[in-house]
């Protein structure tokens, strides 16, 4: 390669864009096009091997750059993802003649030899077996795109070596079961506007199951008449499964006790029918909500600061459980540590003055802590205590504030 013949390929190049192309019959243009884009991988194929060459020589690390596709993105002005691209695939044809073979000739192009380098780099080390495996996906890189190429990459095992393509794919389904179990996850996050946005992730199993519990409810009204699009019903049949389950004997405490939504609300106000009220996951519904779930519910008396309820248990039991626990919850809406946002349902039930130390088990003597921060009161460096208006605060060790001054919690306490 020398700068001769790159003058005169830049030459050609230029003199075939200027060309005109409107004079071509139709045939002629499909066939300028083929030409063209043989033309294209062929000098893919040339880039490519500049490329390992210059990887090779360690070129990029020698000009300061982190990695060779870093310095293709400064250097050609690419996305990173484009550069990434490019070294993947000089690096397969470099290590791949007949695939680099068939890219000079134009009888795969870039995107499908880096799909068969691919398939091939995942089968077993057999090279006899691995040659044949890439002259069939050569072969059939001249049917098929690129997705439907990687389909076939995917089961070009049970063409080479169907013997060994069963246990392949056990192998790879025990794997995948695994990941998916591993990185199982869901997730609701208030977006401040009234929406929680629901994320996750469920293996196979795990999602047939909520599926299976979801499309009863799933079914559009049987008189035609159905205003809600297909995901409407589908969160409005996660919202009734989870309805029914609260309603059975069969889940596990919440914080000492059965599963549970609390609905703050001044009586007075929900009397009137006037005021909004606060769940106790800090969200905020209207009157006509409140009134709802009023009309299906106990209305528990819970005057903030008042004697609604008895809630000195005595010393007969330790467990900050019931009446004292639902008060627990309105009064400190989450975990009292100061700047911490865990909500009740994360919070344990802490003493005051240790119930060992005689301490009563009374809402003036309790606060509600995340398991992280109960840790941090137990270890002796930050004090709690209830302030003249009956709320927690804390105070600092010296090494955080050398003046000691009493914190609070505002996140709870924001509106």
């Known amino acids: 390669m020398d700068e001769d013949t790159l003058a005169q390929l830049a030459a050609l190049a230029a003199k075939c864009a200027d060309a005109s192309v409107w004079p071509l019959s139709d045939d002629a243009l499909v066939d300028c096009l083929d030409t063209i884009h043989q033309i294209t991988q062929t000098l893919t194929a040339a880039q490519s091997h500049l490329i390992r060459e210059i990887d090779g020589r360690g070129l990029p690390v020698a000009r300061h750059a982190s990695s060779t596709p870093v310095w293709l993105r400064e250097h050609l002005r690419v996305s990173v993802h484009a550069a990434k691209r490019m070294v993947e695939l000089a690096r397969a044809v470099d290590e791949r003649p007949a695939l680099d073979a068939a890219l000079v000739a134009g009888v795969v192009n870039a995107e499908q030899a880096a799909v068969v380098a691919a398939a091939i780099r995942d089968l077993p080390v057999d090279p006899g ?216 349902r994360w919070c344990h039930g802490h003493h005051i003055r240790a119930w060992t130390e005689s301490g009563p088990t009374s809402l003036d003597n309790s606060v509600l802590l995340c398991g992280y921060h109960h840790r941090i009161i137990h270890s002796g460096q930050w004090t709690v205590r209830l302030a003249a208006d009956g709320l927690p605060e804390f105070i600092p060790p010296s090494h955080v504030d050398p003046h000691r001054e009493p914190r609070r919690n505002r996140y709870h306490h924001r509106t």
């Open 129 to 344: 077996l691995v040659d044949r495996a890439e002259a069939v996906l050569i072969g059939q890189a001249q049917q098929f795109e690129p997705a439907i190429l990687r389909k076939a990459g995917e089961r070009v095992l049970a063409h080479v070596a169907p013997e060994l393509a069963d246990a392949r794919d056990a192998a790879a389904l025990r794997r995948q079961e695994a990941r998916a179990w591993q990185t199982r996850a869901f997730q609701l996050t208030r977006l401040g506007d009234g929406r929680v946005r629901v994320t996750g992730w469920l293996d196979e199993v795990g999602a047939a199951t909520v599926n299976a519990a979801l499309d009863p409810l799933c079914a559009p009204h049987r008189d035609g008449d159905e205003p809600r699009t297909p995901a409407q019903r589908r969160a409005d049949a996660l919202v009734a499964v989870c309805d029914l389950a609260t309603r059975t004997e069969q889940l596990p405490d919440s914080g000492g006790q059965r599963p549970h939504v609390v609905v703050t609300v001044p009586f007075a106000a929900l009397r009137e029918q006037v005021e909004a009220g606060t769940l106790d996951t800090g969200g905020r519904i209207s009157p006509a909500q409140v009134r709802q779930l009023a009309c299906d519910a106990q209305i528990i008396p819970a005057v903030l600061g008042g004697d609604g309820q008895v809630l000195d248990l005595g010393r007969t039991r330790r467990l900050i459980t019931g009446p004292l626990r639902r008060a627990l919850e309105l009064r400190d809406r989450g975990c009292a540590f100061p700047g911490c946002d865990r909500p009740p």
